[in-house]
Structure formats: structure tokens, C-alpha cells
């Protein structure tokens, strides 16, 4: 007989647009199965005791702060924006093509005069980060007309604006448009984000919640490291080990020669091209890199 008790459900915002992917690449590495219909914003999770909402990222923050969302995802720079007052579970940092921060800049044409902030007095600027802007010509006793963008900002100078400010992860775009970087407003990360009475009161939504960020963050720590396998004589585990590094103590096991022990560790990606031809020197052999998808210290 079937049970009839209502089962417990989070209301969880995913972020609609550059964010989308990314995000859901982590949630499938995570261990969570999520699948969106073309003109659905519901997508469907494996995970009965959650309910997706696609949602932009730029009110993420707001509906969260109001209940209506239990958690989300956004960048803190929307949280700044929309002033949202929200509880942060955690800090993931990845973006839409890498995992690092994004930068909101100030940007000009590469022939502009305008040299520094001091030169944009009663100019106009152009972004979609009206009050981020606002607030930073505040700090610094400037002011300038600040007028929203509605997209497709890098074209808007030098005819419709003197400046912008616009978000950034290499700055190509901005190359690519003929602008050039004058200052930088902030960074900002993707953050998982929690209503603030409900993490405070409802502690099965807290236990979910938290569940979730540990084992989005066990994929992000996980993201720059491998793990390595090898077979030493025991008489070279010394100076192996001395060559080295890892996340914590290297696991030694016993073989069935006894003159010989395995070794499992997990390193940094980026040391393996110059680590494993010093281990072969030290007698290592069968050396084995590994992929590495949750990683929880």
C-alpha cells in the first residue's frame, strides 16, 4: 500500500541564459539528471524532493529574497544590484566559459579621451548594471548620466553613450568592438543562494540545501585536480614521496611482491606534465592519471 504523505519538495531557480549551461553540466557531474523540454521552464530533475524553475539570473536574487524561491543560483553581482537580501550557501566559481570570476568593467572606445573616471563628469555610460554604476560613481564623487542597456551594450559608443559598463570574462568582446578597459567596478562569482527565513527556520529545506552546495562544490574542487596510480619499489618510496605533492598523505598499499607498493594520490592538474617524467626517474612505473569528478576534503 502506497504511502499518502505528502513528499517534502525545495523550489530551486536555475539561472536562464549564460549561466544555463554551465550550470546544468554541474549539476549532471553532481550526480543529478536534468532535462528541459524546448519551450519548458521547468526542467525535470531526478530528484523527487526538488522542484527546478528557470529563471534569469538578474532576478534570481529578488525572488529568493521574497520566498518564492526556496534557492537559486545567480551571480553576486545581481545580488548587488537588486539590493536582495538573501542568505549565501555557498560561492561556486564558475561561469558561462571557465571556472573564474567575471569582472564588471569600465569601458571606453580605444580613441575616446576619456583617460579615467574623472573624465566621464556629466558624460553618459550605458549598462545594464544601472545601480552597481550608480553606486561606484557615488564612491567617487562623479557625476554622469547612467542609462540602462537592454543588450548588445559594446556597440552603444561612441554614438549613443561616451562609456560603458559592461560584464566581462576575457575581455575579447570589448577587443573585438574597439574599447578598452579604464577600471573595474567588481568581480563577481556564481553563488547558491537560500531565502533567509526558510535557512533559518525550516531545517529540513536547510539539510537539502546544504546537501546540494556539498556536492556542487565537491565538482568544483574537483575540476582542477587528477588523480595519479604508480608502482615504486619500496626501497624508492622515500624519494618518491619526497617528489610528491597531495592533497593530503598519499595512500601506500602492499603488493603481492613485497618488494614493490602501489601508490594513489590526487594533485593538481596542471603538475602532471612535468611531475610524472621526475616520478619515472625515480623508479616509478605504471604510472596511471585518472579523472577526478566530486572531490570532498
Not at 536562464?16 to 530533475?45: C, D, H, V, W
Not at 529568493?64 to 539590493?83: P, Q, S, Y
Not at 526558510?198 to 529540513?204: A, G, L, S, T
Request: net charge positive; hydrophobic share 40%.
Amino acid at each position: 500500500m502506497q504511502s499518502s504523505e505528502k513528499i517534502k519538495k525545495i523550489t530551486l531557480g536555475l539561472p536562464k541564459g549564460s549561466l544555463q549551461n554551465a550550470t546544468f553540466q554541474m549539476f549532471e557531474k553532481a550526480g543529478y539528471n536534468i532535462t528541459l523540454g524546448e519551450r519548458s521552464y521547468y526542467p525535470i530533475i531526478d530528484d523527487e524532493e526538488i522542484e527546478c524553475i528557470l529563471i534569469r539570473a538578474q532576478e534570481m536574487g529578488r525572488y529568493v529574497d521574497k520566498g518564492i524561491l526556496d534557492a537559486g543560483f545567480t551571480g553576486r553581482d545581481w545580488i548587488v544590484e537588486t539590493n536582495a537580501r538573501v542568505h549565501t550557501v555557498s560561492e561556486l566559481i564558475y561561469s558561462k566559459t571557465g571556472m573564474k570570476p567575471v569582472k564588471w568593467v569600465l569601458a571606453v572606445p580605444e580613441n575616446s579621451k576619456i583617460k579615467s573616471i574623472n573624465d566621464l563628469q556629466g558624460k553618459i555610460i550605458s549598462t545594464e548594471a544601472v545601480n552597481i554604476t550608480k553606486n561606484y560613481l557615488k564612491k567617487n564623487n562623479i557625476k554622469a548620466e547612467v542609462e540602462f542597456s537592454w543588450g548588445a551594450t559594446e556597440v552603444k559608443p561612441p554614438r549613443f553613450a561616451d562609456a560603458i559598463v559592461e560584464v566581462t570574462e576575457t575581455g575579447s568582446s570589448l577587443k573585438a568592438n574597439k574599447l578598452k578597459i579604464i577600471d573595474t567596478l567588481m568581480e563577481s562569482t556564481t553563488v547558491f543562494i537560500a531565502n533567509r527565513e526558510i535557512y533559518n527556520k525550516d531545517q529540513w529545506k536547510k539539510k537539502k540545501i546544504e546537501r546540494i552546495s556539498l556536492m556542487l562544490q565537491a565538482v568544483i574542487i574537483a575540476q582542477s585536480k587528477v588523480g595519479l596510480l604508480l608502482n615504486v619499489k619500496r626501497r624508492n618510496l622515500k624519494d618518491i614521496l619526497n617528489v610528491l605533492p597531495s592533497l593530503e598523505s598519499p595512500t601506500v598499499s602492499e603488493l603481492s611482491d613485497t618488494e614493490w607498493v602501489a601508490i594513489n594520490t590526487i594533485i593538481d592538474e596542471s603538475e602532471v606534465r612535468k611531475l610524472i617524467p621526475k616520478l619515472k626517474e625515480q623508479g616509478a612505473t605504471g604510472i596511471v592519471e585518472y579523472p577526478i569528478n566530486k572531490l570532498i576534503p
